[in-house]
């Protein structure tokens, strides 16, 4: 049972990093077209898939262990 446990935590961790590896990559790639047709729209969506790439990063989130 316990052995179940930490496996179900192991996916959860890496579907995180999943998650905001896709968000910084999709931010990147807007950036790039609001840059490229100078449209602001796509750099506001940009912005926002940034931040939400470092918050479901969440490891600067966490309070540091003493």
Not at 12 to 41: E, H, N, P, W
Request: aromatic share 12%; proline share 2%; hydrophobic share 45%.
């Amino acid at each position: 049972m316990r052995r179940n446990m930490y496996n179900e935590d192991m996916t959860k961790q890496k579907s995180s990093k999943r998650y905001s590896a896709v968000f910084l990559i999709l931010g990147m790639a807007f950036l790039t077209i609001g840059i490229a047709t100078d449209q602001t729209a796509f750099t506001w969506v940009a912005i926002a898939f940034v931040l939400i790439s470092l918050v479901s990063g969440g490891k600067w989130m966490r309070p540091r262990k003493q």
